[in-house]
Nanobody, 119 residues
């Protein structure tokens, strides 16, 4: 059974950087889109970034464009989220998710990793 395991969260000062990782056990994701979402306390879950496994094409939420970068390492079955110039508003639990390229719904989720940004 495929599982997604996130890591890399922690406490950082505003303006700092963190890199999140999402490693998939089991099969590779050649026909999938991988994404990062986040949920802050009292707020709805929101899309952060996504990447198509086959060609590396990516999308970002407007709130993180220019600050966050999503990337993948095929050999390691791992997706990364490099987060720079972090703001207190970026604090949330970050989740990795997967969907088929022909589907709109994400059907596999990781357990989440906490990101805290101090001002």
């Amino acid at each position: 059974q495929v599982q997604l395991v996130e890591s890399g969260g922690g406490l950082v000062q505003a303006g700092g950087s963190l890199r999140l990782s999402c490693t998939a056990s089991g099969r590779t994701f050649s026909n999938y889109v991988m994404a990062w979402f986040r949920r802050a306390p009292g707020k709805d879950r929101e899309f952060v970034a996504s990447i198509r496994w086959t060609d590396g094409s990516s999308n970002y939420a407007d709130s993180v464009k220019g600050r966050f970068t999503i990337a993948r390492d095929n050999a390691k079955n791992t997706v990364y989220l490099q987060m720079n110039s972090l703001k207190p508003d970026d604090a949330a639990v970050y989740y990795c998710a997967r969907r088929s390229i022909v589907m709109s719904r994400y059907d596999l989720w990781g357990q989440g990793t906490q990101v805290t940004v101090s001002s």
